[in-house]
């Protein structure tokens, strides 16, 4: 069955270092999402991608963070200068198409910033 | 405000008791209702949708959940609950038309006695 992949499954990091979290979509998917759980909190909608641009983001996705599709199966997730209340885990999402609801979601990415 | 609630942050219940988890959503109209699962260390995996139809759906490891507009709800059940559905449950909803962005609760965590 199809997945979603993510890379690395734990990165740890110092304060204002730049991070890159890796996904790769399902390959036929169009849709693309990043989601954050800080520990103990809901999961939070951060960014979607359609269509090689941003189509939403939320209030979370400041300047700092960006989202890239570099080549026809990875999306990353860039933090630019990451700070303590970034940790926390990062899920990848995709969606089929704009028909489809359902989310396939990566096994996500625990981030440390230390 | 758009909002997903789960009223309980941890249940504990004895193996082959009866579950039933809350969920209940404050929007305009009825959204696309979702169930999630995470167990330690993985993500995030879809256990059962409503989008309308029928209001008692059934999904996968044996759970079902009904729909009740009139108490905008949308309650996760399982009548024999097994060791191995120990996890995080979380309830979500897309707003219909609104991006399919998913907007999660704070999820609910089972504990399995045995």
């Known amino acids: 069955e199809p997945e979603v992949t993510q890379t690395p499954s734990h990165q740890v990091t110092q304060m204002g270092q730049e991070v890159i979290l890796r996904c790769v979509p399902i390959s036929n998917h169009l849709y693309f999402y990043w989601y954050r759980q800080i520990l103990g909190q809901k999961v939070e909608f951060l960014v979607s991608f359609y269509n090689n641009e941003i189509s939403e983001k939320s209030e979370i996705f400041d300047d700092q963070f960006s989202v890239e599709r570099p080549d026809g199966s990875n999306f990353t997730l860039k933090i630019r200068s990451t700070k303590l209340e970034d940790s926390a885990m990062y899920f990848c999402?995709?969606?089929?198409?704009?028909?489809?609801?359902?989310?396939?979601f990566g096994q996500g990415t625990r981030l440390t910033v230390v | 405000a758009q909002s997903v609630t789960q009223p309980d942050i941890h249940i504990t219940v004895s193996e082959g008791a009866s579950l039933e988890l809350r969920c209940n959503y404050s929007y305009g109209a009825t959204p696309y209702l979702f169930w999630y699962v995470q167990s330690p260390g993985q993500g995030l995996q879809l256990l059962l949708k409503y989008f309308s139809g029928d209001t008692l759906v059934q999904g996968i490891k044996g759970f079902e959940a009904e729909f009740k507009r009139s108490q905008s709800s949308f309650n996760l059940r399982k009548p024999s609950v097994h060791w191995s559905d120990a996890a995080e449950y979380f309830c979500?909803?897309?707003?219909?038309?609104?991006?399919?962005?998913?907007?999660f609760g704070t999820g609910t965590q089972l504990k399995v006695e045995l």
């Open positions: 999402a995709s969606i089929r198409d704009r028909g489809s609801t359902e989310a396939f």
């Open positions: 979500a909803a897309i707003l219909t038309g609104g991006g399919n962005k998913l907007t």
